[in-house]
């Protein structure tokens, strides 16, 4: 856990990294010079309170493959899981589910959570997204859109203008449950 005045080294490239603590964002670690990891973007208070709900042994997790290597926000037994707000191209989406495998997203939908229609169904929700952001129709790992207290997980989506598809909500708590284990 970064504390004010601490020091210490990137698991990644061993460079230095140094404790940020102030009163707007989280505590966090944040490399004096540029960060060493490709798949790396600044973090929100929102990526870094997820990351939190987590044990410290499970987050920025270096994981090496085929002489690359990169940092997956949390690495549980069982899965990766990224936490993503900012908008990320397809090329990205591919290049971390290739990287990482197992994996599941988390999507911060705050900022066009309006554009979401939901009817309830027999069993599941379907949807339409207005203006979506096209990159996730192409995601192939499981997607979660975080709405704050309840995910939408997205079963499938239909690339198509109006964009939609069906999906589950999940409790956050039963999320954190699942993705623990």
């Not at 004096?32 to 208070?45: A, I, V």
């Not at 994981?63 to 397809?90: C, L, P, W, Y």
């Not at 949807?127 to 979506?132: D, E, G, I, V």
Request: hydrophobic share 40%; charged share 25%; proline share 3%.
């Amino acid at each position: 856990m970064a504390q004010k005045g601490h020091r210490a080294a990137c698991p990644l490239c061993l460079d230095p990294v140094l404790a940020k603590c102030g009163n707007i964002k989280v505590n966090h670690w944040a490399h004096l010079s540029c960060d060493c990891d490709t798949f790396k973007q600044s973090e929100t208070e929102w990526h870094i309170k997820w990351k939190q709900l987590f044990p410290t042994n499970q987050q920025e997790c270096v994981m090496k493959k085929n002489g690359i290597t990169h940092r997956a926000d949390v690495k549980t037994n069982t899965k990766i899981i990224e936490f993503q707000k900012s908008s990320i191209s397809v090329d990205q989406i591919t290049d971390r589910e290739r990287f990482y495998g197992n994996m599941v997203w988390v999507v911060d939908v705050s900022d066009f959570c309006k554009n979401f229609r939901f009817c309830r169904r027999k069993g599941f929700e379907s949807f339409r997204w207005l203006w979506p952001r096209i990159t996730w129709t192409h995601a192939v790992a499981p997607i979660f859109l975080d709405f704050g207290d309840s995910l939408f997980q997205i079963k499938k989506v239909y690339r198509n203008i109006p964009c939609g598809g069906w999906g589950l909500f999940w409790h956050k708590d039963v999320f954190l449950d699942w993705a623990k284990n």
